[in-house]
């Protein structure tokens, strides 16, 4: 008998622990999903407001790259009108500042869209830039592409040819001291090659015209002008990327 009432009683009592222990499972699973969906929802946020804030700053580069692209497209045309290089057709030296309207908007969104390549193919490579990342050097690149484009309108050579080799050494020279990447030297080479066959366009269909073409239809020492100016930008670029934070460099 002893052993049919512990027989008995272990078999009454079994079930009982079965279903505090199933009930126990189920709690500790109810939890842990109930976490999982916190952890989830906290997850989906963060990425959701860090995907803004990237979108974000993107549009601000891009902005401060396009103003900063059609003003110095908008100085450095009126140069070019004023010594004669560049002919535009009388209704349009009516407008304002006795500019082609189309002109800054199309080299600041140039502008943008080179400045905002220019750390994405640097991240692309696995070849984060680090030569001179300080505004100060970027400002002196400005000034650099700007004194060649002033060169441009104001040297005055035997022939073309050698004012377009002085030009081509000035650029390179830009580059070397302001950039000396492959990348930039890779976009500087795409923007030149590409911004002269526009102008190539251009000039043919009559938007207007050069002074003295040596070069199909444009000067030969343009495409200089543009490589300068594609290095120039991607620096801003570059710098505006950083975030403005400057860091120390070894010359």
């Avoid at 906290?42 to 803004?52: F, I, R």
């Avoid at 804030?53 to 993107?58: E, I, P």
Wanted: proline share 4%.
């Amino acid at each position: 008998m002893p052993r049919l009432e512990d027989h008995c009683w272990s078999c009454s009592c079994s079930p009982k622990a079965e279903t505090k222990h199933s009930s126990g499972a189920n709690w500790f699973a109810s939890k842990a999903e109930e976490m999982m969906s916190i952890i989830t929802a906290m997850l989906g946020s963060a990425y959701g407001s860090l995907h803004d804030v990237r979108t974000a700053n993107l549009i601000r580069r891009g902005l401060v790259l396009f103003t900063v692209g059609a003003f110095l497209a908008l100085v450095l045309n009126l140069l070019q009108i004023q010594r004669n290089v560049t002919l535009f057709p009388e209704e349009v030296m009516t407008t304002l500042l006795s500019s082609a309207w189309w002109i800054p908007p199309c080299c600041g969104t140039g502008a943008a869209v080179i400045g905002l390549l220019y750390p994405c193919l640097d991240s692309h490579l696995g070849e984060p830039h680090k030569f001179k990342r300080e505004w100060a050097s970027v400002m002196r690149c400005i000034a650099v592409f700007v004194g060649i484009n002033h060169a441009s309108a104001k040297l005055d050579f035997a022939n073309n040819v050698q004012l377009s080799l002085t030009l081509a050494a000035l650029s390179l020279g830009l580059w070397w001291t302001f950039d000396r990447s492959r990348s930039g030297f890779g976009l500087g080479i795409t923007t030149a090659f590409l911004a002269t066959v526009i102008t190539q366009l251009l000039v043919y269909n009559g938007v207007y015209q050069y002074t003295s073409p040596d070069f199909l239809y444009v000067r030969s020492w343009l495409p200089c002008i543009f490589f300068s100016g594609g290095v120039t930008v991607g620096n801003i670029g570059r710098q505006l990327a950083m975030g403005g934070v400057e860091k120390p460099h070894m010359d």
